[in-house]
């Protein structure tokens, strides 16, 4: 079991920036996959960014260059950098965590933290 607990949403400008963070407790062994995902109201959940145990990261298009994912190890947390964002971010944002433990995969969500970009 992995309890995530996400923070960091707000309400923020055009251009601006946001951080937010996902601080997993539990059983935190064996994690082989660490994601940030987004759904927009009518929208499906899609991935914004992601980071394996190697430390090997991937971005979706609309926001490479924008976004940063990164890890704390000693503090069991993740992170997304979120800068110069555009209305078209808006949206809830989730955590999502993996873990392969004898070839089965199980699978942790936040509650999601909302972030809208609007002027």
């Known amino acids: 079991q992995v309890q995530l607990v996400e923070s960091g949403g707000g309400l923020v400008q055009p251009g601006g920036s946001l951080r937010l963070s996902c601080a997993a407790s539990?059983?935190?062994?064996?994690?082989?996959?660490m994601g940030w995902y987004r759904q927009a109201p009518g929208k499906q959940r899609d991935v914004v960014a992601s980071?394996?145990?190697?430390?090997?990261?991937n971005y979706s298009d609309s926001v490479k260059g924008r976004f940063t994912i990164s890890r704390d190890n000693a503090k069991n947390t993740l992170y997304l950098q979120m800068d110069g964002l555009k209305p078209e971010d808006t949206a809830v944002y989730y955590c999502?965590?993996?873990?392969?433990?004898?070839?089965?995969?199980?699978?942790?969500w936040g509650q999601g933290t909302q972030v809208t970009v609007s002027s």
């Open positions: 999502r965590v993996q873990r392969l433990v004898a070839a089965i995969r199980y699978d942790y």
């Open positions: 980071i394996t145990s190697g430390g090997t990261t």
């Open positions: 539990g059983n935190i062994f064996s994690i082989s996959y």
